[in-house]
């Protein structure tokens, strides 16, 4: 992904002469060349002018200069770009940079796919590997709608603050087009999700349905460890699911960032000043750092002892699971007394954890509430002096949650990363039972190889 970004930003233009479709879907943008000077006219100076004799000037100094010769600027920038077969500028929502751009991530995606097929495919190559490409495609295609849905706000706002504050200014025919664009882009939306989930479900089943292959290989030896069964059947689907879930949401924030960084840097030209740090570049994206670097370590620093108290808390309801099974066919297990101290362990470890939680919950829940608040302390002096409108304000909270979102993805995905990092120490700690040199038993599960 890294090294996709650096070729598309340093390199793109020359890549794009060579690999790109859009040359031939999309109108080529017209260079400076090709247009007329005359279309940004400059006005000759008074004295240029000739007057003619008995004119309108020669009885009135201040009446107006002719304009005959600017009037035919733009039928002769029409003919001119008619004649080059190219446009001024493409402002269709499909244009020629954005079928560029969407065919080099196509074409960096294929090739991805490519190199793991010849390199070290195994069995799990088209969910492993295609799969995952699937959903990296799918992450980026909500970031994009984002953008637009951002894009869309800004303009439709600025419509309405206008038919609000003067009744009848703004006709049907310019209200309803952004309203049936929305509609146009939300609802089929609605459909490609959907069967994103049903993939996501698919995706996750087969990546528990590997690793459990994969110990099953070595379920000889790994079925006389402690809670041998808990890992293989409900840690595999938990590792798989969570994997997945902060996987795609990282992926999220990373490609927000490459898409959302630039518009709100352009939005913060809109921002006069911002309170206590005053009139900066790219003020709103300087905010949303610090204040995402401040959340992240202020809840790794509460939550630093929640992984072990997880981790703790898994081998004692394993213990007192494992002897409740040996009381379902044994008469002198899970006796009362044994019991009782076994849950008076599990007790213990819970409300350890109860109270690390209420403090760790204090810290994030008061970060969250006040997070969101910032957009709106950031523009009070541009509010204030009236210098953004009601389309900038709303272009402006959408960007910066995004940013601001992506930055504070570990903030807000900490207690699901705590979680994970438990399952991962048991899982690691059940796999360091797997002897050293002992080859599998090569007896997959039914169906395993197949998608």
Same mark, same amino acid.
Request: charged content about 15%.
């Given at each position: ?31 400076? @060349? ?5 279309? %940004? ?14 004119? &309108? *000037?020669?009885?009135? &100094? ?11 600027? &733009? ?15 493409? %402002? ?16 960096? %995606? ?30 980026? $295609? ?8 951002? @894009? ?24 309803? &087009? ?22 996501? $479900? ?22 006389? =460890?402690?809670?041998?069964? *808990?890992?293989? *059947?409900? @840690? ?33 030209? $809109?921002? =006069? ?104 302390? =950031? ?35 900490? =207690? ?5 990092? $438990? ?29």
């Amino acid at each position: 992904m890294l090294l996709t970004t650096l070729i598309f930003q340093f390199a793109g233009e020359p890549v794009r002469g060579v690999i790109s479709i859009d040359r031939f879907l999309m109108p080529t943008i017209c260079s400076p @060349d090709q247009v007329p000077a005359a279309e %940004t006219p400059v006005a000759p100076a008074p004295d240029a002018l000739p007057v003619p004799e008995g004119g &309108p *000037q020669a009885t009135d &100094p201040n009446a107006p200069a002719p304009v005959t010769q600017q009037a035919a600027v &733009p039928e002769a920038t029409a003919t001119a770009v008619a004649t080059a077969n190219c446009v001024v500028e493409d %402002t269709n929502f499909l244009n020629g940079a954005r079928v560029w751009e969407y065919w080099y991530i196509l074409l960096c %995606t294929a090739a991805f796919c490519a190199f793991w097929y010849f390199y070290k495919r195994n069995q799990w190559y088209w969910w492993s590997v295609v799969g995952s490409s699937v959903l990296f495609l799918a992450t980026y $295609s909500q970031v994009q709608l984002s953008a637009f849905v951002n @894009d869309w706000q800004g303009n439709f706002f600025n419509v309405l603050q206008r038919a609000l504050n003067e009744p009848g200014a703004v006709s049907p025919e310019e209200y309803w &087009p952004y309203v049936v664009t929305m509609m146009a882009v939300l609802l089929p939306n609605i459909i490609f999700l959907v069967i994103l989930a049903f993939f996501n $479900s698919h995706y996750v089943f087969r990546w528990r349905k590997a690793m459990t292959s994969y110990y099953m290989e070595y379920w000889p030896r790994l079925r006389e =460890t402690e809670g041998a069964a *808990q890992r293989v *059947q409900e @840690d595999t689907m938990r590792f798989a699911s969570i994997v997945e879930d902060l996987g795609t949401s990282f992926l999220g924030s990373l490609l927000t960032l490459v898409v959302f960084l630039p518009i709100l840097w352009h939005l913060s030209q $809109s921002v =006069t000043e911002v309170p206590l740090i005053g009139a900066i570049p790219g003020s709103l994206v300087w905010v949303a750092l610090v204040v995402a670097a401040f959340g992240t370590a202020l809840l790794w620093g509460v939550g630093i002892k929640l992984p072990g108290l997880n981790f703790e808390n898994q081998k004692v309801e394993a213990a007192l699971r494992k002897e409740l099974v040996y009381g379902e066919d044994h008469g002198d297990r899970a006796d009362p007394p044994a019991f009782r101290e076994l849950f008076a362990n599990v007790q213990k470890n819970y409300f350890r954890l109860y109270f690390h939680y209420t403090y760790f919950n204090l810290a994030r829940y008061a970060y969250l509430q006040v997070a969101g608040y910032v957009p709106l302390l =950031t523009l009070s002096p541009s509010i204030l002096a009236g210098t953004i409108t009601l389309g900038v304000y709303q272009q402006v909270q959408n960007a910066f949650g995004e940013v601001a979102g992506s930055f504070q993805f570990f903030a807000r995905a900490w =207690t699901t990363i705590i979680e994970l990092q $438990s399952i991962h120490m048991r899982l690691k700690l059940f796999e360091s039972y797997i002897p050293q040199g002992q080859e599998p038993i090569k007896e997959e599960l039914s169906g395993a190889a197949t998608i």
